[in-house]
């Protein structure tokens, strides 16, 4: 049998890491630690770094490379098969570094149950036959720190929130009965098709890190900045994981 614990660590700040977290990171006999290239060395370091501020006992750490997303052809065919692989990986670091069964866990970005497919791939191991018990500690989600860092209220009062993608928001635009749309996992600043009158946005990038980028105001004056902000540090630190909350003005 396998505990695989999930831990949700925030967004890169060691700070963010909660007494829950930090005890099941110790409680575990193996952390598996994703490499992501070294485009993405950032992502790694911060891990390598929790765990060695964090950990007390004999609480092993391996490193493994994760597989790439294909880019090409169905975006959701693609998806699929990209976790299918990392089911893969993950099944054959526990054949090597758990062949008896242990504690399991796996350090996840922001929270686990916020636009990340931990918990769909430890599915997939369970319908194998893994014998697989899952438990999450729930961490600091991104759009918890860009409210956080703007100093702001997720929601307006007593109005709903829209939490969506990029993608989505590209492909159908702003959500029917909206006040306020969180955007997440947008690779290309998709609040461009948005129709900038009466919309404030709030936009942060390498949230909880040491290069935490942000930038507020109104989406027609700010939303160029943005644009070109997110191109720059993209092209300076090879890689970006950014979100935002645009909120349409009442009157």
Not at 141 to 147: G, I, N, R
Request: glycine residues 10%; neutral net charge; proline residues 4%.
């Amino acid at each position: 049998m396998i505990d695989l614990t999930l831990i949700g660590i925030g967004t890169g700040d060691p700070d963010q890491l909660t007494l829950a977290a930090i005890r099941a990171m110790n409680a575990a006999d193996l952390i598996l630690l994703p490499r992501k290239g070294g485009e993405k060395a950032d992502l790694i370091a911060v891990r390598r770094d929790m765990c060695a501020r964090v950990l007390t006992g004999a609480t092993r750490t391996v490193e493994f490379d994760l597989p790439v997303r294909r880019q090409q052809g169905d975006y959701l065919g693609a998806v699929q098969d990209w976790h299918d692989a990392i089911a893969a990986c993950w099944a054959e670091q526990i054949a090597v570094h758990l062949p008896d069964g242990g504690r399991l866990a796996l350090l996840v970005w922001g929270d686990p149950s916020l636009y990340d497919s931990t918990l769909r791939i430890a599915d997939r191991l369970r319908a194998q036959g893994m014998a697989l018990r899952v438990s999450v500690v729930p961490g600091i989600s991104s759009l918890h720190a860009l409210t956080a860092a703007h100093a702001i209220t997720l929601n307006a009062l007593a109005e709903p929130v829209v939490i969506t993608t990029g993608r989505q928001l590209r492909d159908h635009g702003w959500p029917a009965q909206a006040d306020s749309v969180a955007v997440m996992l947008d690779g290309g600043c998709a609040f461009q098709v948005v129709d900038p009158t009466g919309v404030h946005i709030w936009w942060g990038a390498y949230l909880g890190m040491a290069h935490q980028a942000l930038i507020a105001g109104s989406l027609e004056s700010v939303g160029p900045r943005i644009v070109a902000k997110r191109a720059a540090l993209r092209a300076r630190h090879g890689w970006i994981m950014d979100v935002y909350l645009m909120r349409k003005e009442r009157g």
